[in-house]
């Protein structure tokens, strides 16, 4: 009878994700991991053939979670793009690390910074077809003037800079629009 696996695959992903979060990509060692899980490397590497298919998938699990992060967030806003900016913003708050993975480095792989915002849900394009709707002549083009300031908003996030309140950001974000549609 063959001996049970006492660490599974599954698990070394969501400790190597857990990980990321907390320490970043850069320090998700197979050492570190290891230790973390409570065992040597071997089951690491009998998982995966080596720590670059692992980042691979901890990029696919941290994509899912902004995916996950975004269809749950709470917004009572109907303006165009501004679900998806506080939504983004705030992911840069709460998942400093991931936000960073997946959109301030080379670790999303060969998916452009609009795949990933697009996501299962269809999140861009939903919002350019609400634009679109409401008479907006160039809901792309308006796309774009809002996300230069979402992810510029977000980024600030990353170094500290933003000191916006919520309402500040909806106001601005809504300043934006108008003048565009």
Not at 46 to 75: C, H, P, T, W
Not at 89 to 98: V, Y
Not at 99 to 115: A, I, V
């Amino acid at each position: 009878m063959a001996r049970k696996e006492s660490v599974t695959k599954d698990m070394i992903l969501e400790t190597a994700l857990t990980l990321a979060k907390e320490e970043g990509i850069e320090n998700v060692t197979a050492r570190k991991l290891a230790a973390k899980i409570g065992c040597s490397t071997q089951p690491i590497f009998r998982a995966y053939a080596n720590m670059g298919e692992l980042y691979g998938e901890i990029n696919q699990k941290a994509i899912e979670v902004f995916s996950d992060y975004y269809e749950n967030f709470e917004s009572e806003v109907d303006t165009p793009f501004i679900h998806l900016g506080l939504a983004y913003i705030n992911f840069a708050k709460e998942e400093s690390r991931l936000f960073q993975l997946l959109f301030l480095s080379d670790g999303r792989g060969d998916r452009s910074l609009y795949e990933l915002l697009n996501g299962r849900a269809g999140a861009v394009s939903k919002e350019i077809n609400k634009a679109a709707a409401l008479g907006c002549v160039n809901p792309s083009g308006l796309f774009m003037k809002m996300w230069i300031f979402i992810h510029g908003c977000a980024c600030m996030v990353q170094t500290g800079d933003y000191d916006l309140t919520k309402e500040e950001t909806i106001d601005l974000l809504k300043d934006i629009f108008k003048s565009c549609s």
